[in-house]
């Protein structure tokens, strides 16, 4: 059965940071390039930054690049998103998503092409 579960969500204050894990089970995780999507209250879901089998990261939402640090662990079959100085406009449903098998990431931030989704975890930053 294919998994992805995030979790460390939660309510933090702006400027604060928070740490999100998503772990995979059920497929080849060195095989799928694996990105973090968000989804705001009364908009649609955007890719934010994928990262590759190769550790190469792709950047979706510009002003993330910098606040945001994607990692994975392949022992461990997870990646994380830290996130840094976070801003009321980060607010939002932060999902992981795998695709595969391939070895980049998508060219877009879209949700096709990508095959496996997580439920999601919910990050709220107040002002």
């Known amino acids: 059965e294919v998994q992805l579960v995030e979790s460390g969500g939660g309510l933090v204050q702006a400027g604060g940071s928070l740490r999100l894990s998503c772990a995979a089970s059920?497929?080849?995780?060195?095989?799928?390039?694996i990105a973090w999507f968000r989804q705001a209250p009364g908009k649609e879901r955007q890719g934010v930054l994928c990262?590759?089998?190769?550790?190469?990261?792709?950047y979706y939402v510009d002003p993330v690049q910098g606040r945001f640090i994607i990692s994975r662990d392949s022992a461990a079959n997870t990646v994380d998103l830290q996130i840094n100085s976070l801003k009321p406009e980060d607010t939002a449903v932060y999902y992981c998503?795998?695709?595969?098998?391939?070895?980049?990431?998508?060219?877009?931030?879209?949700?096709?092409?990508?095959?496996?989704w997580g439920q999601g975890t919910q990050v709220t930053v107040s002002s």
């Open positions: 998503a795998a695709v595969g098998p391939t070895s980049r990431c998508p060219i877009y931030g879209h949700q096709p092409p990508y095959d496996y």
């Open positions: 059920g497929f080849t995780f060195d095989d799928y390039a």
């Open positions: 990262i590759s089998t190769t550790d190469v990261v792709a």
